[in-house]
């Protein structure tokens, strides 16, 4: 499942989401976000405008298709180093 933005000047705009030929790719719209709309189970004729996200679920390598290559963002995770010195107490032999 994910979110698909449809930026000003996208193929998409101006389409009904059967223009989008998304189902070809297995994919589904479930929610259509418009502004402050939320648009659940959008018909098949709606027509997409810019800013407009969709709510999609199907394969993830379809749908990571439809992301210009230039915009896709890789994840860069911030590793920190361990703290490996243990600290012991002088006195463990007193423990019970």
Known sequence: MTEIYVPEG???VGQ???????????????TLYRGNKVIP?????????????????GKMEAMRDLI????????SPVVQE?????????DSSTRA
Do not use: H, M, Y
Request: with cysteine.
């Open 41 to 57: 189970n959008p018909k098949e004729t709606r027509l997409l405008e810019p800013g407009d996200k969709l709510l999609c679920f």
């Open 16 to 30: 009904t989401i059967t223009e989008t030929k998304l189902w070809e790719n297995d994919v589904n719209v479930l």
């Open 82 to 90: 361990l703290d490996t010195q243990v600290e012991t107490t002088a």
């Open 68 to 75: 210009p290559a230039r915009t896709r963002r890789k994840r």
């Open 10 to 12: 996208s193929k998409f």
